[in-house]
């Protein structure tokens, strides 16, 4: 596929999408796709990852971020994002799609296996994790993290066009990274009941909230994290062999997910942050009125 330059966003209308797709390690681009465009952003909050690339899948158009950027040189604990959501946001997503690689803390889920989330335990440190704040006060709910309508259609769909186990529901610790887990910490994480780790899923899945999309997380096992007395501890190399055939897998389901995510309105979060600005309107002041406009601009006529 040729290679497009990005477009940039200044003096231009963008173009508004409804679907998203964030990959993470291993997934850097939509290949069998056509791409038709590229948008490079700059946000509130600095810039996202990389341009947003614009994939036609069967008529529908999708926004596809690189959350490491191109090359892989993002750490978790780097990612912008805040920028990332907020650029997203900026194009008209409301249904975000997470694609990531994982440790397995469970016996029943091997390497290999998928998992779609619908829980997760936050253990990072530091890490920008709302658009509120600086004159603004809010409180999402979160009990809820992913969108369990969207997940619902995630799962069936991958559970109808793979051959590989995919498991519904479990808990996604998050941890800080880059480096792995202990093994003390991760015999920790399972004792609290955590089923999977990963590095990336906040504070995705709370900006997504805070943002009316709605947003979940295709899991893709790499390891069995160190738990697991009887294996080697993991390895990068280990984890790349087994994440080029998990994202081989996820490629030949996204046409039938993508169209299945574009027959969906969603309706479970488009209004989450209406009840939860505690800020009296009046005091929010115009500058900062026009920097949140693309999240919240309708509770600010």
């Known amino acids: 596929m040729a290679k497009k330059s990005p477009k940039k ?4 209308a963008l173009p508004q999408v409804s679907i998203g ?3 993470g390690s291993g997934l850097y681009e939509l290949p069998g796709f056509k791409e038709i465009g590229q948008i490079s952003l700059n946000t509130p909050f600095g810039k996202p990852s990389g341009p947003y ?10 926004a596809f971020l690189a959350r490491h950027g ?4 993002i750490t978790p604990s780097e990612l912008p994002a805040r920028a990332n959501i907020f650029g997203f946001k900026m194009l008209g997503v409301d249904k975000l799609l997470s694609i990531s690689a994982v440790g397995s803390l469970k016996e029943a889920i091997a390497p290999e296996h998928f998992v779609v989330p619908d829980q997760v335990i936050d253990r990072t440190r530091g890490r ?3 658009f509120f704040g600086g004159g603004i006060v809010g409180h999402i709910s979160f009990a809820e993290p992913f969108c369990t309508e969207l997940s619902r259609i995630v799962h069936e769909t991958l559970a109808a066009g793979l051959d590989v186990p995919v498991h519904r529901g479990g808990t996604y610790l998050c941890m800080e990274g880059p480096a792995f887990s202990t093994r003390a910490e991760s015999l920790l994480y399972r004792s609290w009941g955590a089923d ?3 590095m990336t899923a906040l504070p995705e ?3 997504a909230r805070e943002a009316e999309m709605s947003y979940t997380v295709i899991a893709m096992s790499t390891d069995y994290d160190c738990w697991k007395v009887e294996e080697e501890p993991v390895t990068v190399e280990q984890v790349i062999g087994h994440m080029t055939r998990n994202t081989g897998n996820v490629k030949k389901v996204l046409p039938r997910l993508i169209a299945r995510m574009a027959a969906y309105a969603p309706v479970q979060h488009r209004d989450a942050a209406k009840f939860a600005i505690m800020t009296a309107r009046e005091r929010v002041s115009p500058a900062l009125r026009k920097k949140l406009a693309p999240l919240w601009g309708k509770y600010f006529p």
């Open 9 to 12: 966003s200044k003096g231009k």
């Open 21 to 23: 797709i964030i990959g």
């Open 53 to 62: 690339h614009l994939f036609e899948s069967e008529g529908v158009t999708v």
């Open 70 to 73: 191109a090359g892989h040189v």
């Open 128 to 130: 920008a994790s709302s």
């Open 196 to 198: 999977i780790i990963g």
């Open 205 to 207: 899945a709370k900006l």
